[in-house]
Every structure is written in structure tokens, then in C-alpha cells.
């Protein structure tokens, strides 16, 4: 208990595009917000970790934060970086290597798919030249399979993308504001059927950061802590059905986003029904519709019903990616692990403006799942 | 009569057998049986690193399906034309091993495709560009 960590600043660069600034200026941007919102120095900060995908290493920030001496990790996890990041500054913290901690991760990417090399993933030439190695595809085919095992329809596919505009729409930082009708939504051109454009998110840029330290001494820098109740990430077994797979094997196992949400509710000692908030990795429609159940928020193929219900929306028993998720923000990858945190961390402390949960949620909870099959959880508490 | 010889193909070394009765080739665990498609280098289920060759077979059952509504970016050498582009058909095929091959369509119809349909593997013609031999690779097409 008395080695929780806690979450003292969250900074943001607003996802979306933004021109004439680098990835890292964009990172720098988040650090120093976070800085600020905790109201400590760069200089006090004793570690950090950080990275993105295609904006270059972490550590470069130094070079426009302060060049400080601080031990400063590049972590390169895909789309688990941010989860990796925190994690590492959590373990630093309790290890007592520093007092204050930094993770951050930024991101800026080219627009479009992203264009994987095949080598670089253990795979050969002819996987990608046949035209099989995209995300997208990837993505549909589990949603197909997903759909066709649970008695899913399309109509959960559009209900999920409808409610993430809604909330984009509510939230001042996101990138995509505007609401779509369902019938927009539904007759979207077909990307990847089941899956059609308004279901994707898009590659984006942005930044984001957090300040941390010992539960301890947190109430010296804010009276709004957020506790850290567990952090964990996870690879694949053998069996689980992942991105960039030519073949699958015979039996499936369970994906690491199951094993990574067990670990995380046993390690709080909390389980799904005590959440009050929820971020879940939504690159598409599909995706989150399969978080749902993996997390440990309903049996698998409830989602219609909850989906239909309302009780995904803000006001609803299971509140959603309130921000709009990765539909309405994009996906910088380095950042957006980070992103949901801090979004998180906005609900518990009741900042969240038109789109605060009501009820002031006292736990929250953030999964980010990613190439190649992995997936990091965190549930924060309010302090 | 002397059965066709392959094609010129994008991936040699995961089809055998001729042009007209083409077999899938992947790899098995000698210590703990578990198969592999594409042929593995080591086991992922028992971690062992002894593997020998082995036949897939030609026929299984759809298992997912996709259409490729886009055209993708590199690495996908198809080698068209942007406005030339149609969309094709992916999917999963589970083998009789019950092992789920990823493999092009021959069909990109939404109507036409069921999980569950028996499919055939054939080859197709992937990349067509003028003044070179056309590039083929696996593909499940429906049993008639
Ligand atoms: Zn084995």
C-alpha cells in the first residue's frame, strides 16, 4: 500500500495534425504541460522513460526540455509504449531510483495505412507483395470471426464508432468533433468489410505525458493525486490470434489483453464491476467491441445489448472511451497509450467538463492492445 | 501425361505439387506435433527448434473472410494501376490439421462468401505487368 505510485501532472499536445511542429516538439509540449499541472521543474525530475514509432527517440527531448543529467529511457513497444513507459517509471519510483518520474510519448505519422516491411516482423517478401499485411485486414478478419462465434451484427460495429464521435464531439482537445448520423456511419465506404471508413481511426500526431511519484510525497504537489493501482503489461501465448499472422494455429488461446486485464484487476484487487471510468483501445470498431468482453466487462456477445442499451455512454453503467477514444483522436502511436491515462485521470479528478462521467467515478480503467499481440492495463483510483 | 510444372510464384517454398494440383507446405514439431504455416523456424507452443516439412493439403473450410477495398501501399507489388485496382478477397481457410491458412480469395463478392464453405486451393496471377511473366501465389477459391 505505502509503495503505491501516483499520477501528480498529465500534459497533452492535442492529437490531430499539426504542421510546422515536429514529433518531439509535440512530446516536449506534453512534458511540459504535465510539468506545470504538477507544478515541479524538469530538473527535479529523477527518471524517465519515453518514445514514439516515427518521431525518433525520447531522449532527444532533452535537447529542448533541458539537458539535465536525468537517466532518460527510449522505449519502442508499438502501440504498448505509453503502458510500457509508465510501467517502467512506476517500478523506478518504487525502487526508490528517483522521487519523481516522467513517462512520455509522442508521434507523428505519415498520412495513410501504415506500410509495414515484412522482414522487419520475421516474415518473407511474398506476405507483404501478395497483399496481406495490413492492419486493416487484420483487424476485419478478427471481427468477422468475432461476430460470426457470438451472434454479433453489423449494427454493434456502427453503434461503438456513433458514440466515439459523440464524445469527440464533447471534447475540447479531440481531433474529430463532428457527430455522425448512422446512416453516415453505416453506408461509409467498405475499408476492410465488416469494416467500413468510419469505423477506422487514423494515424495521427500528438504528445503526451505524465509526472509521477511515490504516493507518499504526492500530496506535496497536489491535492488531486491519482494512485497508480496496478500497471501491467503482456505479450502473446502461443494460440492467440494477432496481427501479420499468415497462419494460426490449430487451437486458439486466449489474447494477451485477457491475460494483461486478470493480472491488472487481481494486482488493484478490484474486479470490472467496481470501474466507474474506461478507456479501451479502439483502433476500429471491431476492436473495441472485442475489448469489451477481453477486459472483462461483459460476456462475450452482450456487447449488442449494451451497445444498444446505452450503458456504454457517459451517463451510461459502463462509461466508454469519453474522449471519443482513437476513432475521434487519431492513433499517434507512441502517444496514445498515454492519451487514455491521462484522460482517466481527467474523470477522477472531475476536469472532464461536458464530458464528465457524473457520480464522481473513484476508479478508472485504460487498455491498449497492439501489434505484435501485446496489451497493457492500468487502473487508477482517485487519491 | 506429365502434370503442369508451378508457375513463377512470389512464395516457392510454401506451395508444391503442379499447376494444376497445387498442395500447401508448412512445417511440424518433432518433439510436440504441433503445425505450422508458413513452415516455422522454431515451435512457439513447446519451444523447441527441431522441425520437418509438412503437406497442408488443397481443401478446407472458410473460417473469416475480408475485401480488400483499397489498394494497398508497398510492400504490396501488384503492381496495377491506382484506377486499374480491384478488390480482392482474404481470408483464414482452416485445413483439415485445423490449422487457419491466410490466403487471397479468388471470390471478392460479400454474397458469395460464407464461414464455413468448402474452398480449394488454386493459383492465381497476382502481379500482370506488360513486358514481364506474370507473379502468382496461393489462393482458396469455393469447391464447386
Ligand atoms: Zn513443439
Redesign the interface.
Known amino acids: 500500500m505505502n509503495n503505491d505510485v501516483a499520477i501528480i501532472g498529465i500534459g497533452l499536445h492535442p492529437f490531430g495534425r499539426t504542421d510546422g511542429l515536429s514529433g518531439q516538439q509535440q512530446g516536449a509540449h506534453a512534458v511540459r504541460e504535465a510539468l506545470k499541472d504538477a507544478g515541479v521543474a524538469w530538473s527535479q525530475v529523477g527518471v524517465a522513460y519515453g518514445g514514439s514509432q516515427d518521431a525518433g527517440n525520447a531522449d532527444a527531448l532533452g535537447n529542448l526540455l533541458g539537458l539535465t543529467g536525468v537517466p532518460f529511457v527510449n522505449v519502442a513497444n508499438g502501440c504498448a509504449t505509453g503502458g510500457s513507459a509508465l510501467a517502467s517509471v512506476i517500478a523506478a519510483i518504487q525502487s526508490g531510483m528517483a522521487e519523481i518520474g516522467v513517462a512520455v510519448g509522442f508521434d507523428k505519422h505519415p498520412r495513410g495505412a501504415f506500410n509495414p516491411r515484412p522482414r522487419d516482423w520475421g516474415l518473407e517478401d511474398w506476405y507483404g507483395e501478395t497483399g496481406m499485411m495490413l492492419t486493416t485486414q487484420f483487424f476485419a478478419l478478427k471481427t468477422r470471426r468475432y461476430m460470426f462465434e457470438h451472434g454479433i451484427t453489423d449494427d454493434a460495429l456502427v453503434r461503438v464508432a456513433q458514440r466515439a464521435f459523440r464524445n469527440g464531439a464533447l471534447t475540447p482537445h479531440a481531433w474529430r468533433r463532428r457527430e455522425l448520423g448512422y446512416a453516415e456511419i453505416a453506408e461509409s465506404m467498405p475499408v476492410n468489410l465488416p469494416l467500413r471508413k468510419y469505423m477506422f481511426c487514423n494515424p495521427a500526431e500528438g504528445g503526451a505525458a505524465l509526472v509521477l511519484c511515490s504516493a507518499r510525497h504526492a500530496r506535496k504537489y497536489t491535492d488531486r493525486p491519482i494512485i497508480v493501482k496496478a500497471a501491467v503489461m503482456r505479450t502473446r501465448h502461443h494460440g492467440s490470434f494477432e496481427v501479420f499472422s499468415p497462419g494460426l494455429a490449430a487451437e486458439q488461446a486466449p489474447a494477451p489483453t485477457v491475460t494483461a486485464s486478470r493480472a491488472a484487476f487481481e494486482l488493484a484487487g478490484v474486479g470490472p464491476r467496481d470501474i466507474g471510468v474506461i478507456q479501451l483501445q479502439d483502433t476500429d470498431s471491431g476492436s473495441e467491441l472485442i475489448h469489451i468482453a477481453e477486459n472483462g466487462f461483459c460476456e462475450h456477445g452482450e456487447q449488442a445489448h449494451l451497445l444498444r442499451s446505452g450503458a456504454t455512454e457517459i451517463g451510461g453503467r459502463l462509461p466508454i472511451n469519453t474522449d471519443g477514444g482513437c476513432l475521434a483522436n487519431g492513433e499517434p502511436v507512441g502517444a496514445s497509450g498515454l492519451r487514455q491515462v491521462i484522460e482517466v485521470c481527467a474523470q477522477l479528478r472531475g476536469q472532464a467538463g461536458q464530458r464528465q462521467v457524473p457520480g464522481r467515478p473513484r476508479l478508472g480503467y485504460t487498455h491498449v492492445y497492439g501489434a505484435p499481440g501485446v496489451s497493457a492495463v492500468c487502473i487508477l483510483q482517485a487519491g | 501425361m506429365e502434370p503442369n510444372p508451378l508457375p513463377r510464384l512470389?512464395?516457392p517454398?510454401?506451395v508444391a505439387g503442379s499447376a494444376d494440383r497445387p498442395v500447401l507446405v508448412?512445417s511440424r514439431c518433432t518433439c510436440c506435433g504441433?503445425?505450422?504455416?508458413?513452415a516455422a523456424q522454431g515451435c512457439?507452443?513447446c519451444c523447441a527448434s527441431e522441425m520437418t516439412a509438412h503437406e497442408l493439403g488443397a481443401e478446407g473450410r472458410l473460417?473469416?473472410?475480408?475485401?480488400?477495398?483499397?489498394q494497398?501501399?508497398?510492400?504490396?507489388?501488384?503492381g496495377e494501376a491506382e484506377h486499374a485496382f480491384q478488390p480482392?478477397g482474404?481470408?483464414?481457410v482452416e485445413m483439415p490439421?485445423?490449422?487457419?491458412?491466410?490466403?487471397?480469395l479468388t471470390v471478392a463478392d460479400?454474397e458469395r462468401l460464407e464461414?464455413g464453405m468448402p474452398m480449394r486451393l488454386t493459383l492465381i496471377a497476382?502481379?500482370q505487368v506488360a513486358g514481364e511473366a506474370p507473379?502468382h501465389?496461393y489462393a482458396f477459391a469455393p469447391a464447386a
Open positions: 512470389a512464395c517454398g510454401v508448412g504441433e503445425i505450422y504455416f508458413p512457439t507452443r473460417w473469416s473472410w475480408t475485401i480488400q477495398g483499397f494497398p501501399k508497398a510492400p504490396y507489388a501488384g480482392y482474404v481470408g483464414y490439421s485445423g490449422v487457419k491458412v491466410e490466403s487471397r460479400p464461414i497476382y502481379r507473379v501465389t
